[in-house]
């Protein structure tokens, strides 16, 4: 039985990163603009050319010093929205002088069933409901079809600024993850067979 489970066993170990090598090359980032990309208008959605299968997971990672802006001081936020107190760095997007309140909190914000706050990065895949994204994003895609960015708020006309987003679709499922470990496993419980044998 041995001598059957390893060459399966190196078999599926060479499918499996095989998978992970292809599956890698499923990436992409994008420039989402706070006043092009709007949820409320603009000129309309990023679309992130990944064409996304039901059932697949993946992730969207946004530096948290990249900043946008909603209008008039203090309205800069990251992707995760307008959310507290932020403050110019001398460094960062807005320019502003070091310690200068450049963003606060502006409540939550709803728009096609969908509460979050103001400034936030959310998102859509094939045209389907709306949801939170953030700088740090890890989901699986309920239906199938492209993924769309956008920045959440209820008037674009006074938004400047962009973040950079990145895209990438997990490499394997979780369940091939888990068959692999069950390999492992069934190899280890070989070894130890053959060993007891000898």
């Known amino acids: 039985m041995v001598r059957i489970a390893r060459p399966v066993f190196r078999s599926l170990m060479a ?4 998978l992970t090598m292809s599956s890698n090359a499923i990436a992409t ?6 006043y092009s990309n ?3 208008g603009g000129v309309g959605a990023t679309n992130v050319l990944l064409n996304f299968s039901p059932g697949q997971w993946f992730t969207v990672t946004v530096d948290p010093a990249d900043l946008w802006n909603a209008g008039a001081l203090p309205r800069w936020s990251n992707a995760d929205g307008l959310t507290g107190n932020l403050y110019a760095t001398g460094t960062d ?3 502003e ?3 200068t309140l450049i963003g606060q909190s502006f409540g939550p914000y709803s728009q096609d069933g969908l509460t979050a706050p103001y400034g936030a990065l959310v998102g859509r895949i094939g045209g389907g ?3 939170f994204i953030g700088t740090n994003f890890l989901g699986q895609t309920a239906t199938g079809g492209l993924l769309e960015l956008f920045y959440f708020d209820s008037n674009f006309d006074d938004n400047t600024q962009f973040i950079t987003a990145n895209v ?4 394997l499922p979780a ?8 390999l492992v496993g069934f190899a280890a419980l070989g070894r130890r067979r053959s060993a007891a044998v000898a």
Do not use: H, I, K
């Open 15 to 18: 499918v499996l990163a095989f």
């Open 97 to 99: 002088a070091a310690t």
């Open 29 to 34: 980032t994008v420039t989402v603009d706070a």
């Open 129 to 131: 409901a709306l949801f």
């Open 38 to 40: 709007s949820s409320s």
């Open 168 to 171: 990438n679709a997990v490499p």
């Open 175 to 182: 369940a091939a993850w888990l068959l692999l470990s069950g």
């Open 93 to 95: 997007d807005s320019g």
